[in-house]
């Protein structure tokens, strides 16, 4: 689709797409960047990721072997 529009059309198109993203409200990085290490050392607990999943609710432990005789 990219090819079939002008070069004036293409240039068209970014503008609007500056001018809607320029309307997006802005947060400095030094508050939100400590919002997102708080809620992450918050959630830390609950990540299975992190302390692991038990034995008994871990849904891809192996049930049993499997022996050929």
């Known amino acids: 689709m990219a090819q079939e529009l002008?070069?004036?059309d293409l240039l068209k198109?970014?503008?609007?797409q500056l001018k809607k993203e320029v309307k997006n409200?802005?947060?400095l990085i030094s508050k939100t960047g400590k919002e997102?290490?708080?809620y992450v050392e918050a959630e830390?607990?609950?990540d299975p990721l992190l302390k692991g999943i038990p034995e008994d609710k871990n849904p891809?432990?192996?049930k049993g072997t499997c022996m050929i005789s």
């Open 6 to 8: 002008s070069e004036k």
């Open 44 to 46: 830390a607990g609950n």
């Open 13 to 16: 198109m970014e503008v609007e």
């Open 36 to 38: 997102i290490k708080d």
């Open 25 to 27: 409200p802005r947060a």
């Open 60 to 62: 891809f432990k192996e």
